[in-house]
């Protein structure tokens, strides 16, 4: 393992390192501009990954990755707006904190609170991802449909709104996945007689109209709304000054970082929760928990640990099981299939070279994520003023001219229109989006993987009765929705109590 690290690491040019960096400071700036999201970000990227170099192509996007996630701070401190989800409840503390005149501090904390998570998530990515990979060489069918089955019913058992909706745009999902010539038996099924359905959905477009288009159409209707952006006075004396004073708070690092990195894992979570959890949970082991939200750096360090440190908990069952963590590793894995790869275990074994280099990848990203950081604050708070009426028509036109790109087909791009305007419209009505894609990506592997089970079964689906990993994923399914229906029942009894 270490010759194949010192190997890829000789490899890296000039021109590999430009794009790394270009990649991560492109990042940041997208994650600090309140509403354009890692997830967005990545989004726009792939497409042009499409007509790179394999390896090139997933470093550019690891890179973005990880700025897309950290550059969220900056926004979250000095505008008291989440740059990205990531960064929920870094406003609770870091904003009250730049009130009081010390936004460089606040900086500080996020910042190497965001270093040290992504160095803790990188580790656990080395050092879990393997054994884990090797664990799922074993899985047949059953396996894999009962981990389809698992991944949808932990998306749908966290749809905040409502689980309903959330088993509703799964269903919608699934079934735009079987739009198309069917894998097994070559039926067409809801085709209409349209031959570009004939393929079923590219993937792509209905990723980026979903999470790119809804996003932009749910922004500008605050387009003319100017933001009151606050001086940062920022200083790398005081960043380094803060730096240790971070490591006297270590049991808060060392709880968010496993917290992040394990919710990370977790299919279809990601950073959007962890954040939380994290944040509560520091605000739980405090001694002044009423000091939280007044700008303790506790809250900070918690909320920026976890955010970071759910990245590479996020590239774990991509890598290992092909499996998305959040909404961002699922455009990876859309880049994944462009490329004509499909991650997971074969991936880890017969391509060890790629695995090695998205490790390195990331590792670096995190490092140069630190330096741009501390080196080019004043540059991002600048990018916070970039007028949203030129931004917002300029990010459509990319999105337009790589859905085309792909196949050279306009039928690509009324797809990306139509589920743009879907995704707004599901947006409105609170319907969880994630849901919905990730059944379309799935729902075909769920299906031939279930047909097989089938037919080992002799017709039945005793096949499931004969694997004890099977029976365990769908447990824990069933397990998750009925757990999150009981909460949800008594919150509305309490409620109605109320």
Not at 64 to 77: D, E, K, Q, S
Not at 105 to 130: D, E, H, M, N
Not at 310 to 322: D, E, H, K, N, V
Not at 468 to 480: D, H, K, R, T
Request: proline letters at 5%.
């Amino acid at each position: 393992m270490l010759s194949q690290l010192g190997a890829i690491i000789g490899n890296f040019d000039l021109f590999t390192i430009m794009l790394m960096v270009c990649g991560v400071f492109g990042g940041l700036i997208i994650g600090a501009l309140p509403g354009l999201t890692s997830t967005m970000a990545v989004a726009l990227l792939v497409p042009v990954t499409y007509g790179m170099d394999v390896n090139h192509g997933l470093i550019l996007l690891v890179a973005v990755y990880i700025g897309g996630i950290a550059g969220g701070l900056v926004a979250a401190t000095l505008l008291n707006i989440p740059g990205t989800p990531a960064c929920v409840a870094t406003t609770f503390d870091a904003y009250p904190m730049a009130k009081q005149g010390q936004a460089g501090r606040a900086l500080s904390y996020g910042i190497f609170s965001a270093f040290l998570g992504g160095i803790f998530s990188f580790c656990c990515l080395v050092l879990l991802a393997p054994p884990l990979s090797s664990f799922a060489l074993d899985f047949g069918p059953c396996e894999y449909f009962a981990l389809v089955l698992f991944t949808l019913s932990c998306i749908v058992s966290i749809s905040h709104n409502s689980i309903i909706k959330g088993f509703i745009s799964g269903a919608m999902g699934l079934l735009l996945s079987c739009v198309g010539l069917s894998e097994t038996d070559g039926m067409p099924r809801f085709d209409f007689g349209i031959s570009d359905l004939q393929s079923g959905f590219n993937v792509m477009p209905v990723l980026i109209g979903m999470f790119a288009v809804s996003q932009i159409l749910i922004e500008v209707r605050g387009i003319r709304e100017p933001y009151s952006v606050m001086g940062a006075n920022f200083s790398q004396r005081e960043f380094w000054r803060v730096a240790g004073d971070v490591f006297t708070h270590w049991k808060n690092v060392i709880r968010s970082a496993l917290i992040g990195t394990g919710i990370g894992i977790l299919p279809g979570v990601g950073p959007g929760l962890s954040n939380i959890v994290a944040y509560s949970q520091a605000k739980a082991a405090s001694k002044n928990p009423e000091s939280f939200g007044t700008g303790n750096p506790n809250g900070i360090i918690a909320s920026e640990t976890a955010s970071c440190a759910s990245t590479g908990g996020a590239m774990i069952p991509l890598l290992t099981l092909g499996i998305p963590g959040d909404a961002t590793t699922m455009m990876m894995l859309g880049a994944f299939m462009l490329q004509g790869l499909q991650p997971g275990p074969l991936l880890m074994r017969d391509n060890p070279e790629l695995i090695m280099l998205i490790y390195t990848a990331f590792f670096i990203s995190v490092v140069l994520m630190l330096f741009m950081l501390i080196n080019c604050i004043k540059l991002m708070v600048k990018a916070l003023m970039l007028p949203r009426e030129i931004l917002y028509p300029v990010i459509v036109m990319l999105c337009v001219i790589g859905c085309y790109a792909l196949n050279s087909s306009m039928f690509d791009v009324w797809v990306f229109f139509a589920m743009g305007l879907l995704g707004t419209v599901m947006v409105a009505l609170r319907f969880p989006l994630l849901p919905l894609v990730l059944g379309l990506m799935l729902g075909r592997m769920a299906e031939t993987q279930l047909r097989i089970s089938i037919t080992l079964g002799h017709g039945t689906p005793s096949a499931f009765l004969h694997s004890p990993i099977a029976m365990l994923f769908i447990a824990i399914s069933i397990v998750s929705v009925g757990w999150s229906l009981y909460k949800v029942n008594k919150a509305r009894k309490a409620g109605a109590a109320a």
